[in-house]
């Protein structure tokens, strides 16, 4: 998930890193923590424990893929299952930092939904940026990332995320290019140029965040009637008595982090049996009753309830109207493109 949509940590002591190795009979899956961790803890870690006889050590990390590199480059691998963000796992699968998985001791991919199912990483969960907006501040609800630019119908400031990823996909969406047609365009210097023309005509009506709690607390406070955000964040000030936020998913952009075996974890039998256990539709049924994030089993949907299911990236309606952020391009034209955005936005 996003660095900015990530709840506090708990770090881990030093002496983690260069642990002994773990017997057969323990895992040690290390994920973001926070509520995400929580619901692991209750549909995925205890059953899988109860179910299989291994036990389960939690950790938490920031994300830190020199650590992961010093594991290995160092062959003392002491975490054995690994959440990573999509871009880390590419590259990471390309250095040779995770194990290359062996799908016919998971799942069959094809029951995963499309892109689940990575030559070294598999879906853990699925999260969106959305258009979100106050329904007490506003006469009609906005449908379209045309109506956040409609700032004659919709007066008054909104949110982006500052920086030029999701905020270039917006902006295209916002000019009548097709969800699918996103990267298309993205992809030549017609289709950039066209999306900052466009970030051009409401420059002076955006208000940035940069934190993923920011844009609930704008639109509850009345500072912006529109706001680029992460789906669970307004999942969770709904849960917290903020029924008045709500999410326009037509245009959502939405992303996996992915389950991974760091290369040489000595605990691999018992790694390939956690994979297949949270790969099975009845424990990610579970897992979103505790969080507000998509699943990767094509059949989990009819298990899951239908108020919790029309809040998920993968609910099948919000899927037909997204937008899979494209990893690759982001790793080959991100760094170029973030300075270009943060020049713009410097003018």
């Not at 007490?136 to 400031?157: E, H, I, M, N, Q």
């Not at 996103?182 to 009506?205: I, M, S």
């Not at 208000?207 to 993923?212: D, L, P, S, T």
Request: charged share 20%; net charge positive.
């Amino acid at each position: 998930m996003p660095s900015s949509m990530r709840f506090p940590r708990v770090f881990l002591y030093a002496g983690l890193l260069f642990a002994p190795v773990l017997s057969a009979a323990e895992l040690t899956v290390v994920s973001f923590g926070g509520a995400n961790k929580e619901a692991q803890q209750k549909a995925y870690y205890q059953p899988f424990a109860a179910s299989s006889g291994i036990k389960v050590v939690s950790g938490d990390y920031n994300g830190e893929m020199a650590r992961v590199r010093a594991m290995v480059d160092s062959k003392r691998v002491s975490w054995d299952v690994l959440d990573v963000e999509s871009p880390d796992l590419m590259r990471g699968c390309d250095e040779g930092m995770f194990e290359k998985l062996d799908y016919r001791r998971i799942i069959k991919p094809a029951e995963l939904l499309p892109g689940a199912a990575q030559p070294c990483g598999m879906a853990a969960y699925a999260w969106s940026t959305v258009l979100a907006y106050n329904a007490d501040k506003l006469k009609t609800a906005p449908r379209s990332w045309a109506d956040f630019w409609d700032v004659k119908k919709y007066p008054g400031k909104r949110a982006l995320r500052k920086g030029a990823k999701y905020t270039l996909e917006i902006a295209l969406m916002a000019d009548g290019v097709a969800p699918h047609d996103v990267y298309k365009l993205l992809n030549t210097p017609a289709g950039l140029n066209r999306a900052f023309a466009k970030l051009d005509q409401l420059k002076p009506y955006i208000q940035w965040w940069e934190a993923g709690a920011q844009p609930a607390q704008y639109l509850a406070a009345g500072d912006v009637v529109m706001s680029s955000a992460y789906n669970g964040r307004i999942s969770a000030a709904q849960k917290e008595g903020g029924k008045q936020l709500q999410m326009v998913w037509n245009g959502n952009i939405y992303d996996y982090d992915y389950w991974t075996i760091p290369k040489g974890s000595a605990n691999l039998d018992a790694a390939y049996k956690f994979l297949a256990f949270v790969s099975q539709p009845a424990a990610q049924a579970e897992y979103v009753k505790g969080i507000s994030y998509g699943v990767s089993h094509r059949k989990a949907a009819g298990l899951i309830d239908k108020g919790i299911l029309a809040n998920l990236p993968t609910a099948p309606q919000n899927l037909k109207q997204g937008v899979a952020i494209d990893s690759s391009f982001w790793v080959d034209h991100g760094e170029n493109l973030e300075q270009r955005f943060n020049a713009w936005a410097a003018r």
